[in-house]
């Protein structure tokens, strides 16, 4: 039954830099990809996951150092390889798709050149094949309106677009081997679903091996065929899948299978006699991108008559397909861009008249959870500073500050040695942590969490979701929550709002919306939520 | 040597001339380019006796007031029409008006008359000495009246293509490049000019400039266009020969405006400790490469009744301090105000200022560019200041004006501007510009050097000798007192 | 602080850049003490060679004044000059380009505008008019050199600035409540760093061959020694005596090369991805 | 992008009126009288004849009159006349500017590419012995004075070589035409461009090594390598396009700055160009004239302004335009 493995880890140990948290990101790994198999690795944020995969494609940071073990591809180690060597196997024979999908594209070429280049890279193609080539494949991980696409620059897409465009670029080649670094992260489950629906089929006919980075269990449940579950850098539980989820060996894996979240929303308590916190009134906005010289404007309707509002106390649930307008909504909110129409009301302040000064004094009241972890730190404040700087821009004592920079990073479960870090030095689900310790800083009155949770782990997920819900519970905190985990949307919202091509299609309480989804497109996104058929994991 | 006809002679001309209508702008290289296009009356030997030029002959009546010109016959200006009488009423009446120096220098003129068209008359008010030196192409341009007359000159199309009667005819002009001059065919001295055509380089830079010269791209560097440093390199090249003459005419005398009329320099013995306190052999040696002499006084050795019977002041800083003592001076800050016009002047300034310090003056220099030294000269804002003038052949032209109360002026760059003012020299200086004959106006003159020369009224430096280097093949470019300026007329190359 | 001097040190080029301004500093400050004569002084027979008499061991000009000398007090006209005017066009420039870039629309147009007025004029010839207007003197040189010099250093923040301010980080920012001056001095401008300071170090050089220029023209400072007034003074004699130029050149080169260095150090020093372990 | 165009068109005009304005004053007040100056060069300095050329240049009117005069000139494209050059302002710029156009456009370009080629050399072999030598002989160019340089070139390749010749924009009475006239151009213009484009190489080369290392370590770069570009055009496509930015900046601030920036380089060469022109303007207080080379940089370095901008835009997608 098993096949020779196409690519082989030993052993695998990689150091960290002084001051790191630890000494080695990877101690000991080994793992075995075979043709035609899907490996999921999973594991807690920081577990050393993505050092994994980027050992694997020879890309790891220079700071970090492998320091014994080794990779073994078609009978030679990887490790051992030159420049020439990994530049040829690098795209045709092992592909990766990366973690973070804003930083992860150039920002100054058109997508649809950045997806040529892969061909570019090996000598295929005529450059007329290369666009042709790449448009196909625009439309094969689902791009909506490809040609459009192929044309744009990456800020001009939502992440789950960039995602996909991520996706299409590594499968371009088929490679022998996927290293897929939490390539559905960012997307709505629909979108998902095409996408595990394309790695399987690939994989499956191209006879791919691929290692599938992830901490959503139910992908897990839908894909692998074989786990991995990887702890501060060590392996704690390897087996098939099957023998994985239904008979976890390791305390850990138990408790990580134990912190899925269920599909059945709990029973919630109605909330209509609050006060409204957040009241959005009639919201449009057009991104206009002027095409050029000569050609047309581009247009795209992000938000069409949005309303809706939160009350005191309570979660509403905003998803939808990925490129719908959700962050576009959260950053209208939040007043980062200017709406065409509308109105958003803070309590009693109309938050769409002030401006300056007045505009500034209101913003701690409302804050946002980024949904680029990365791109929304700044790569040379260190993490304290980072926290700290709003409590003390509104005038708290900077020790009291960075005393609660410190209980917020325990809070999402980093040690306190965090706060002298910077950015860069940290893995993708912790700087999702630093960016929720960040907005709970100033302890606002409402929270926007633009997929705040999409990129940890189930376990810290699982604390992060009871954190929200706490503090939800104890400082009265209303929340717009941006997801495409409808998972996570059971557990925390009370009411969600379905979005649509910019226009809100459904909005219901949450048993409601799950019990009797009333759109057509509502009922889709229900359908393709991932590890349905699976038996629920304990709630 | 027979001259040899043909051939085409690259010259440098520095700074490029802002225009080459003479009778309109006047400065040192439009008279040089223009100076072979237009003509005058009359030309000056190295001597600074008059020559024939457009007037063939000239005779002055008993009582030195009635000046009679017989003009050449079969003269034309380029464009073929004959050069008569009536040119020569038209131009004096146009310089009159454009031309500072031919308006001072005809004021004497009582009238102009010409009785016929190859005959002109210059009546004068009063006997004027130097009357036959203001005829020089430079001084006295003759100007097409057929092409000006009538017209709005400054807007005049002839201006940018001058037509003249001189030996060489404009041709082109590369604005920044170079101006081409071409041999004027119906030239009236027969087999002149000898030269096919001459070619003036626009070349800024003097560095620059000297390697034109040794790369071969031009022949001839006219006094002043390289820097004296570069002159002993140049000159020992092959096939280079140098002349300090040519400067007759003009010699160039440099000083240092000393302000008469307040603070320390306004007594007598300071003016006199400064000149005792500059070494100005030093300056000739070093800054000007041992070229020019030290001055003597007010007058260039080569102008007329030249005297070197004046009291003497050779390097002494003692005596120097002994006068500075006398005179009381206690350490007042004097204001040095150099020129601007490229390193040697700034040397110099340099070394004076280290001379004067030397002697226990406190000196400081005050910078500006040429324009600003000129306002602050004219608004008599200095205390000292370096200049060099030229002084035109005879000391009524020349000297005179720097020294006489009546050329006290605020506003003005030259004349009087150090503000002495002795009754003695004015009237020995209009006593000398009309007396007759020419051993009274000699007495007249040498007194007078005597007297400046006690008084110090600015510090005399050096007689400045701008050499012209050329290769040797190059012949009889100079051949009279003004030099380059009308030179290609008699050159002739030896190929 | 401490950690950054420490990563400065870390880096070769800081070192050596920092030993070479200290060295120049150190001259500038105290040669003049250990060389009481003044350089203006005719001591020896002009152009005499650099290297034979110990006395005047670099050579003398061409009024027999000592190019050592010269090179010892010239420091430290040259360098306040090169400093002072790029600190002071760097400290217009930058809050200029900032503010442009940052608040973009209505304040950008004006700024801009008001930056072109500077950045249009032939710099040598406003610099010029301006010191013959102010008079010359080393602090109407040092002004006239910043008003000059800023408009490219307010132009390259602005670009930069421009980029930066749709960064996320910047949003974060904005939303948790931070005034505009906090964003741009601690989010936007360590992230525009290091362009502007290759330019700022550049910026001495083309500062110190200016007041050259000036001097050339009779607008420098005639009462002060410079190595930009020595360069230009020996430049018509350079075919003779070469010395005269290339000593206080090199001098000006060393200096520039120092600051590039320095520039490169403190760039290192201050990027935190190379900060933890140097290379 | 048109509406954008045509609105910074617009302003520009506007700033360009203001420029003339507030540099008709600031010319004024550096001391100096052009009528002085001429009459010094004259060598007659009395008053009459001061006064004459003051009524003729229309200095005796008072100065709010003469800007009058002037910016009503300016207006409808007369940038008046000369006093020194006794000709029309725009005719002696417009003889001018094929020539400066022609060698700062030739320099610019040469210091760019070799600038942005050493640069990310430089940046590529970081920390390198290449990378020093880089660096040292950049500044080597950028802080030697530049008619050192250019002397010496002339010494070497005029004197010694004799490959070049060393003045003047074309060889003087050849009257070649055609290509041949093209060739001897070209002979004429390579020393000064290349002195000149090696002064501002240092700046793009420092500018662009500094931002290629920052550029260096962004995830997107590690995407490219993922895909197996090779280093080269990792280096070219990736980095060096994103690093671009400041160095067009700089490009545009510089480009403008050229027109008029190269008074010595033009010096030495005896190029006939503005920059000359400008110089000589000043010196002689020839206030016309120069308010013209003013009006006509200020209109160039606005032209590139625009451009820059233009290529920003082409360089970086993320910058809208302000509308
Ligand atoms: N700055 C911009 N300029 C032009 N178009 C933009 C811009 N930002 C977003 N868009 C477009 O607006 C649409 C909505 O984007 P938005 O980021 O709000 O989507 P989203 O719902 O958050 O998607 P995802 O779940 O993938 O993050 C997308 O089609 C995107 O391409
Ligand atoms: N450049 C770096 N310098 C120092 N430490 C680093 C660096 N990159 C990552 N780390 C650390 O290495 C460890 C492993 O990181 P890695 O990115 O592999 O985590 P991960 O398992 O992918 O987590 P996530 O699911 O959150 O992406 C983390 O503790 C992180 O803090
Ligand atoms: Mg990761
Ligand atoms: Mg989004």
Redesign the interface.
Known sequence: MTAPPAVSIKNLQIALPKGAERAFAVDGVSLDLRPGKIVCVVGESGSGKSMCAHALMGLLPDTVNVTSGEILFEGRDLLKLDDDGWRDLRGRRLAMIFQEPMTALNPLMRIGDQMAEMFEAHGLLTPRERRARALALAREVGLPDPERIVRAYPHQLSGGQRQRAMIAMALALEPAVLVADEPTTALDVTTQAQILKLIRNLQRNRNMAVMFITHDFGVVADIADQVVVLRHGKVVEEGPAASVFDEPQHDYTKALLAAVPSMDPPVREPLDDQARAVEVIGLDKTYVTSGGWFREDRRVDAAREVNFNILKGETLGLVGESGSGKSSVARLVMRLIEADRGTVRIGETDLTQLSGKALRTERHRIQMIFQDPFASLNPRRKIGHIIADGPIAAGIDPKVAFERARDLLKMVGLDAGALERYPHEFSGGQRQRIGIARALALEPEIIVADEAVSALDVSVQAQVLRLLEDLKARLGLSMLFITHDLRVAAQICDRIAVMQRGAIVELKPTAQLFAAPEHAYTRELLAAVPGRKERAPAA | QEPKTGGVINAVIQPEPPGLMLAMVQNGPVQMVSGNIFEGLLRYSPKLEPLPELAESWTVSEDAKTYTFKLKKGVTWHDGKPFTAADVLFSIEMLKQTHARARNNLVQVDKVEAPDDYTVVFTLKQPFGPFLGIFEVGSMPMVPKHLYDGTDWKTNPYNNAPVGTGPFMFKEWQKGSFIRMVKNPNYHEKGKPYLDEVYWQVIPDAAARSVAYETGKVDVLPGGSVENFDVPRLSKLKDTCVTGAGWEFFSPLAWLWLNNRQGPLADKRVRQAIMYAIDRDFAKDVIWNGLGKVATGPSASTIKYYTADVPKYPYDPAKAKALLKEAGYKGEKIRLLPLAYGETWQRWGEAVKQNLQDVGMTIETIATDVAGGNQKIGDWDYDIAFTYLYQYGDPALGVGRNYVSSAIAKGQVFNNVEGYSNPEIDKLFADGAVATPDSKRKEIYEKAQKILVEDVPVAWMLELQFPTIMRCKVKNLITTGIGVNDGFKDAWLDK | MKQFWKSMLRSPSGVIGLIILLLAIGIAVFGPMLFPNSP???VQR?FLPPFTLSTVPLGTD???RDVFAGMIFGARVSLLVGLVSTLVALVVGVPIGAMAGYF??KV??AL??FT??F???????LA??LV??LQ?SIYSIVASIAVVSW??VA??V???V??LR??????????????NT?IIL??IL??AL??V???A??MV?TAI?LE??LA????????LISWGYM???G??????AWWI?VFP?VA??IS??GL?LI??GL?DA????LS??G? | MLSFVAQRVVKGVIVLLAIVVLNFFLIRLAPGDPAVVMAGEAGASDQIFVKQLREKFGLDKPLPEQLFIYVKGVVTLDLGFSFRQQAPVSKLILERLPATLLLTLTAFAISLMLGVLFGSFAARFAGTFLDTGITVFALIFYAMPIFWVALMGILLFSVTFDWLPSFGYETVGANLTGLAHAVDVAKHLIMPAMTLGLFFMATYTRMTRASMLEVKRLDFVKTARAKGLSDAVIQRRHVLRNALLPVVTLAGVHSGTLIGGAVITETVFAWPGIGRLMYDALLQRDYNLLLGVFVICSAMVLIFNLITDLVYRLVDPRIEFAS
């Open positions: 203006w002084r005719m002009p061409a009024l027999g973009g629309g950008d147009d801009m505008r072109e007025f950045q249009t004029i032939p710099s040598f010839a010029i008019v013959a207007i010359p408009p490219p132009r390259l602005r670009g930069e421009l980029s749709t960064r996320e980080y910047v949003q974060a920012a904005v939303v948790t409540g931070q005034s906090w601690r989010e360590p992230n290091s362009p300071i290759v330019l170090s550049l050089a061959l050259s220029s050339f023209l009779g607008l420098g400072d005639p009462n360069v230009g003074a430049r018509t004699v350079i075919r003779q130029t050149g000006i080169l520039v090369l590039n520039g490169e760039n201050l990027n935190p991805r933890r372990e290379r």
